[in-house]
DNA sequence: TACATTTGCTAACGGTGTTAGATTTTTTGT
DNA sequence: ACAAAAAATCTAACACCGTTAGCAAATGTA
């Protein structure tokens, strides 16, 4: 007769707990080395980053990292994914706010516009490097699933108006565009501007949903 | 009695034309840095760009390079520089063949255009660090004078239109955003989708120049 | 306790930008 | 023509970087 006392004296138990405790401790380390690299790149920015110093940080030596992250670019794409998972719940609540698409998407455009401003370490290695609607990107579920928050409301204005002339895609490409541009030029420098372009945002939006309807 | 013989036979004639080799051995040697570095580039990247590979390549040691150019960045300005002096030249040609400044502007903007593509690497280049509308990059002579081109046209439709609630540098900074932001999306990867983008590229341009007159 | 496994470290390889100091070449003045 | 001054050039180092092979120590298993 099997009680459960006698299953947790057993050596299974015993050892079910231990691999728990290294498992344990394996996803703390891993969270330890995104932590250190994450205030890394808050302190010194991007370019900054290294292994060296995140094994530093950790106060433990370099191999450790590689043990955890094949190499400094997975742990990079590990704060791009982060990024776009962000970047789509901001989205989403923007978008929540409203129920007609063209208010929707200008939600989108001030949400988008706000969180690159809000989370600029982030955003900066979001689009630096690819840009977000060329295939490889979307390839990232991350990805897909933010870029698919704007590209959906894109598609509910154009069919809310019956515009059978224009493409969804290449209106989402096109928004994508617009806004993307005018951040990456304002996101350097101080953000003292910010009032001016505000201005400048709402104008294109409201000129590209314009677009939209004819 | 001082004849021209006598002076071509003293020794400060002798001087000057030592000196005159020495300048032009000079410019030779920062003309064969700047080759070797842009043959570089060319072949393997920005990212791939280091100052031994330029010195090995023009057969010289790495201080030699140093004499030549204060830091590696100098060198990166100077094709910077460079790069929007084409630009410039290639949108003033767009330009003048119109002489209406709506014309203008969508010339300008495919000319803006065919440049990014076809001068991949001065492009990133010098839209990848700093984006030339903000205050910084606008001290370089050269950059200030390119956006001037688009500024200026930008203007004069403006004018056209005696649209008194357009705002020149507002507008002059929302074009940009549209036509770089759709560059940096479409410049990565293989440029097979370049009808269709041309579509959003009129597309984008048309409705701008709509915004500009009411 | 003896063995096996996991864990972590040292030390290296090849690369980077940059520079101090020695060396060789060229120019100058006698 | 020859020694001194100046310019050009190189060697070798410093302090970083990403990455990895191989060894030592801690830990778990029998």
Redesign the pocket.
Known sequence: MLTVLDFLCS?RY??MG??E??QR??EE?RAAILEAAWKLVHEEGWQ????????DAI?????????H?????AIIAEFNKKGFQLLRKQLQVARAQFTEPDQQLEAIGTGYWDFAFAQKQYYQLMFSLGVPSCESARKIPEVSACMDVIQHTIKQIIDKYRNRYADPFLKFHAFLSMIHGLVSINIIGPANKDELNRLVLKDLISGFIKGCKA
């Not at 900054?48 to 094994?55: D, E, F, N, T």
């Not at 992250?69 to 670019?73: R, V």
């Open positions: 050596d015993i050892r231990i691999a405790r290294k401790q394996r380390m900054a980053l290294s292994i060296r110093k995140i094994a106060e433990y030596s370099v191999p450790v990292v590689y043990d992250f094949e190499n400094k670019d």
